[in-house]
C-alpha cells in the first residue's frame, strides 16, 4: 500500500501564482523527501526535511512537516512554466532500529500546470 | 560523472521472453534500487539492495529477479514477461547512511526503461 498520499491529484495554476501540494502519510518516518518529474523523464530530488524538523527553504521551495499530523506540505512559490511537472513525496523508514536498511515509499503525484 | 545509466531506454517483449534491465552507478552508492510506475500508482518498489551480494524484496517483487555482484551494477531481470509488467522501470541510487546519517539519504534516479509485453 502507498505510505504517501498527494493532495491534489493535479493542479493548475497561472504563472507567478503560488502552487501548494500537500502529503499525507501512514507510519513513523526517519525523513520525507520531494522529487520532481518532468514527463518522460526519471525523478530529481527536489528536497529533503527530517522528522525533527518543521520547516525548511530552498530557493523558491518551502516544505513543512507535521509528525503529529503524519502530513507535509510543499509550497513553490511566484510559478513558473518550466514548473509543470509530476511532483512525488516519499518518505523513508528505517526498518530496524540502528540497521542501515531502509525502505523509501513513494505516493501518487501531483501533476502540476503553470500557465504561461 | 554519468550518475545513474539504465539501458535499454525502449523495449518491446512478446509474452514469455526473457530480458535483462540493466542499471550502472558511478557514485559508489551502496544502496540501489529499482521501481516501476504505472498510471495513477506512483512509484512502486520492485526490489533494493544496501550492497554486493544483498538484496531484498519490495512491494511487488513477482515475475522479477535480481542480483548484485558488484556495487556499480544492479541488473533486473524478468524470466517470463507478462502484458502486465508493461510499465516504465527506474533503477535508483544512494549512500547508506547509518543512524543519524540515514535521515540525509536522497536518490539518483535513472532516465528510465519504457516496456512494452504484447
Known amino acids: 500500500s502507498q505510505q504517501g498520499e498527494e493532495d491534489p491529484q493535479a493542479l493548475s495554476i497561472q504563472e507567478g501564482e503560488n502552487a501548494t501540494m500537500n502529503c499525507s502519510y501512514k507510519?513513523?518516518?526517519?525523513?520525507l523527501q520531494w522529487y520532481r518529474q518532468n514527463s518522460g523523464r526519471g525523478l530529481v530530488h527536489l528536497i529533503l526535511?527530517?522528522?525533527?524538523?518543521r520547516e525548511k527553504h530552498s530557493g523558491r521551495l518551502r516544505v513543512t512537516l507535521d509528525t503529529s499530523k503524519k502530513s507535509s506540505s510543499l509550497l513553490i512559490t511566484a510559478s513558473r512554466a518550466a514548473d509543470t511537472a509530476s511532483y512525488f513525496c516519499?518518505?523513508?523508514?528505517?526498518?530496524?532500529?540502528?540497521?542501515?536498511?531502509?525502505?523509501?515509499?513513494f505516493g501518487k503525484g501531483t501533476l502540476l500546470t503553470v500557465n504561461p | 560523472n554519468a550518475g545513474v545509466t539504465q539501458t535499454p531506454k525502449f523495449q518491446v517483449l512478446k509474452t514469455g521472453q526473457s530480458m535483462t534491465l540493466q542499471c550502472a552507478q558511478d557514485?559508489?552508492?551502496?544502496?540501489m534500487s529499482w521501481y516501476r510506475q504505472d498510471p495513477g500508482m506512483g512509484l512502486r518498489l520492485i526490489h533494493y539492495?544496501?550492497?554486493?551480494?544483498?538484496?531484498d524484496q519490495g512491494e511487488v517483487p513477482n515475475g522479477y529477479n535480481v542480483s548484485r555482484s558488484t556495487t556499480e551494477d544492479f541488473p533486473l531481470r524478468l524470466l517470463s514477461a507478462a502484458p502486465s509488467q508493461t510499465s516504465v522501470y527506474f533503477c535508483?541510487?544512494?549512500?547508506?547512511?547509518?543512524?543519524?546519517?540515514?535521515?540525509?539519504?536522497?536518490?539518483?534516479f535513472g532516465a528510465g526503461t519504457r516496456l512494452s509485453v504484447l
Open positions: 535508483a541510487s544512494s549512500t547508506l547512511g547509518q543512524g543519524s546519517a540515514i535521515a540525509k539519504n536522497i536518490q539518483y
Open positions: 507510519t513513523s518516518i526517519n525523513n
Open positions: 526535511i527530517r522528522s525533527n524538523e
Open positions: 516519499a518518505t523513508l523508514r528505517r526498518l530496524r532500529s540502528g540497521g542501515s536498511n531502509y525502505k523509501l515509499t
Open positions: 557514485m559508489n552508492h551502496e544502496y
Open positions: 539492495s544496501v550492497g554486493a551480494g544483498i538484496t
